[in-house]
């Protein structure tokens, strides 16, 4: 019979980018990716599939409220991927938690469709591995392929469903060395959706192609930056990464601009964090938000720094500190 279950997964932030598919349906990505599981972000999902009438549809809630529309449609499908595995046509009572600003670029679909696929799997009796779940998660959303795993995680690209999947990255407590100050400059929701803003860049940018180019080399140093424990390293590559895939996005016809003037600010912050001593690199991903890579012993510093530095020009702005964190439970 078919049982109820309860998954915790938490954010992950990409430090190598993952942004165009090559197969949609499948969510295949054009590039492989480098991310770090985070510690406080995290959401926690329950599936049951034993309290709805067999002939219901599937209902979820997060955070409370109903999802319905496309949210709705794309955990069904999800779902409906562990049903045929199972075997089982059992409507599911979802029940979702986030403790992540939703749809602000903090990855809340990762953690999401991570802990989905995770109570799912087990409420249908299905016992997966860690590479099979990073797979069925990546159907729901490509970047939860990464939040299987605590700490460092590699999605390598693949080029076919067995063979797209995230591993953890040996580092040897290196994940435990780096962390990330969040610069919360608008939580609100996002303008262009990611599955959206990748198709828009991948078929109309003309700076799409030379970020891919450059990726591999992105990525090969961040891993041998993180095989030397070589923070600067792993900074630069991180930065160059993430802003070339703005630059590509903005060069997307019609442009995709997540950066607002709060974001300018902040990255010109962070490089004047740099000229002033610190380790300081930045990302951004789907959203105005600025993840700074730092040193774990230097965080909460850099953090008041920013914050002291920022305090005119971006007001109100929230910041939080974010550690290595675990996979899923
Ligand atoms: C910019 O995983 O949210 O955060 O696969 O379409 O659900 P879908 O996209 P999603 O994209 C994440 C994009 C990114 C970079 C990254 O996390 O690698």
Redesign the pocket.
């Given at each position: 019979g078919c049982v109820k279950a309860t998954a915790t997964a938490h954010a992950?932030?990409?430090l190598i980018?993952?942004?165009g598919?090559a197969n949609e349906d499948l969510?295949i990505p054009i590039t492989s990716?480098l991310?770090l599981t985070l510690d406080d972000l995290f959401t926690t999902t329950t599936v049951d599939f034993s309290s709805l009438e067999p002939t219901a549809a599937d209902q979820a809630t997060l955070d409370g409220a109903t999802v319905s529309g496309r949210p709705l449609e794309r955990i069904c499908g999800l779902l409906d991927l562990v049903r045929e595995r199972a075997g089982i046509d059992q409507p599911a009572k979802v029940t979702s938690e986030n403790m992540v600003p939703t749809a602000a670029?903090l990855?809340s679909?990762?953690s999401g469709?991570a802990a989905l696929t995770g109570a799912a799997a087990v409420a249908a009796g299905l016992e997966l591995s860690d590479r099979e779940l990073s797979r069925l998660a990546r159907r729901?959303?490509?970047?939860?392929s990464?939040s299987i795993f605590g700490g460092l995680a590699i999605w390598h690209a693949g080029d076919s469903d067995e063979t797209s999947f995230a591993d953890p990255v040996v580092d040897h407590g290196f994940a435990q060395e780096i962390s990330l100050v969040v610069l919360v400059l608008n939580s609100g929701p996002k303008a262009v959706?990611?599955?959206d803003g990748?198709r828009r860049t991948v078929d109309t940018s003309p700076l799409y192609e030379s970020w891919v180019a450059e990726h591999a080399g992105h990525l090969r140093e961040a891993l041998a930056a993180v095989a030397d424990r070589d923070l600067p390293r792993l900074g630069e590559a991180a930065e160059a990464n993430a802003l070339g895939?703005h630059a590509a996005m903005r060069a997307a016809n019609p442009p995709i601009n997540y950066m607002n003037d709060a974001s300018c600010a902040a990255l010109q912050a962070v490089k004047d964090a740099r000229a002033a001593g610190f380790p300081a690199w930045a990302t951004m991903?789907?959203g105005p938000n600025v993840k700074v890579l730092t040193s774990t012993k230097r965080a909460a510093e850099l953090e008041a720094w920013l914050q002291s530095r920022l305090k005119d020009s971006v007001p109100g702005m929230d910041t939080v500190v974010a550690h290595a964190g675990p996979g899923l439970t």
């Amino acid at each position: 019979g078919c049982v109820k279950a309860t998954a915790t997964a938490h954010a992950n932030i990409a430090l190598i980018k993952y942004w165009g598919k090559a197969n949609e349906d499948l969510i295949i990505p054009i590039t492989s990716s480098l991310s770090l599981t985070l510690d406080d972000l995290f959401t926690t999902t329950t599936v049951d599939f034993s309290s709805l009438e067999p002939t219901a549809a599937d209902q979820a809630t997060l955070d409370g409220a109903t999802v319905s529309g496309r949210p709705l449609e794309r955990i069904c499908g999800l779902l409906d991927l562990v049903r045929e595995r199972a075997g089982i046509d059992q409507p599911a009572k979802v029940t979702s938690e986030n403790m992540v600003p939703t749809a602000a670029g903090l990855a809340s679909s990762a953690s999401g469709f991570a802990a989905l696929t995770g109570a799912a799997a087990v409420a249908a009796g299905l016992e997966l591995s860690d590479r099979e779940l990073s797979r069925l998660a990546r159907r729901g959303s490509g970047s939860a392929s990464r939040s299987i795993f605590g700490g460092l995680a590699i999605w390598h690209a693949g080029d076919s469903d067995e063979t797209s999947f995230a591993d953890p990255v040996v580092d040897h407590g290196f994940a435990q060395e780096i962390s990330l100050v969040v610069l919360v400059l608008n939580s609100g929701p996002k303008a262009v959706s990611s599955r959206d803003g990748m198709r828009r860049t991948v078929d109309t940018s003309p700076l799409y192609e030379s970020w891919v180019a450059e990726h591999a080399g992105h990525l090969r140093e961040a891993l041998a930056a993180v095989a030397d424990r070589d923070l600067p390293r792993l900074g630069e590559a991180a930065e160059a990464n993430a802003l070339g895939m703005h630059a590509a996005m903005r060069a997307a016809n019609p442009p995709i601009n997540y950066m607002n003037d709060a974001s300018c600010a902040a990255l010109q912050a962070v490089k004047d964090a740099r000229a002033a001593g610190f380790p300081a690199w930045a990302t951004m991903d789907a959203g105005p938000n600025v993840k700074v890579l730092t040193s774990t012993k230097r965080a909460a510093e850099l953090e008041a720094w920013l914050q002291s530095r920022l305090k005119d020009s971006v007001p109100g702005m929230d910041t939080v500190v974010a550690h290595a964190g675990p996979g899923l439970t």
